[in-house]
T-cell receptor, first 114, second 114 residues
Framework: GAGVSQSPRYKVAKRGQDVALRCDPI?????LFWYQQALGQGPEFLTY????????KSGLPSDRFFAERPEGSVSTLKIQRTQQEDSAVYLC????????????FGPGTRLLVL | TQLLEQSPQFLSIQEGENLTVYCNSS?????LQWYRQEPGEGPVLLVT?????EVKKLKRLTFQFGDARKDSSLHITAAQPGDTGLYLC??????????????FGKGTHLIIQP
């Protein structure tokens, strides 16, 4: 079966531009997570959805970052007025329930802000 | 402050050698996970350890959870070039039992030279 997919795989943006990153979780997965991975570092948690409800957004670094999952499946992470420090790989993960289940990661979107 | 400290950060060894990487924390965890990440891909779960003192084996990989559930180690026997990758340890951000974002260590970059 299909795993978690993310698009685009690569995105180059000029400083100040808005970007939208898409995540298609595994079909039927209840939980969806976004992480940010800087070069040479481990992923850092950004936000978590259970179905369409955003239950934890404590990791979002600023109010320029916004995530949504309006129908409880596909999710979009939006970054407004991008800055160079936003350059990173953005990973999406999903899990099958609302418990401590295995998280399955997508390949990530590599964002470069010039 | 990094909740999970991994060491070494980089390791390059010859094929056939043994190695151990470590994941340490001052916090107690209900469980701890090990992931492997290859370039351009998301992390893939290798194992979850739950019980203090637990040892799990996955072919040539041996994972151990410390008695106090604050630390873990990954030992690879007779390393092969296919073991090359970034090894990450991770734990749930909270311990409430529901779905959680994960906190990751910075990872160990492992290179096995033929």
């Amino acid at each position: 079966g299909a795993g978690v997919s993310q698009s685009p795989r690569y995105k180059v943006a000029k400083r100040g531009q808005d970007v939208a990153l898409r995540c298609d979780p595994i079909s039927g997965h209840v939980s969806l997570f976004w992480y940010q991975q800087a070069l040479g570092q481990g992923p850092e948690f950004l936000t978590y959805f259970q179905n369409e409800a955003q239950l934890d957004k404590s990791g979002l670094p600023s109010d320029r970052f916004f995530a949504e999952r309006p129908e409880g499946s596909v999710s979009t992470l939006k970054i407004q007025r991008t800055q160079q420090e936003d350059s990173a790989v953005y990973l999406c993960a999903s899990s099958s329930s609302s418990g401590q289940e295995t998280q399955y990661f997508g390949p990530g979107t590599r964002l470069l802000v010039l | 402050t990094q909740l999970l400290e991994q060491s070494p950060q980089f390791l390059s060894i010859q094929e056939g050698e043994n190695l151990t990487v470590y994941c340490n924390s001052s916090s107690v965890f209900s469980s701890l996970q090990w992931y492997r990440q290859e370039p351009g891909e998301g992390p893939v779960l290798l194992v979850t350890v739950v019980t203090g003192g637990e040892v799990k084996k996955l072919k040539r990989l041996t994972f151990q959870f410390g008695d106090a559930r604050k630390d873990s180690s990954l030992h690879i026997t007779a390393a092969q070039p296919g073991d090359t990758g970034l090894y990450l340890c991770a734990a749930a951000l909270y311990s409430g039992g529901g779905a959680d974002g994960l906190t990751f260590g910075k990872g160990t970059h492992l290179i096995i030279q033929p």
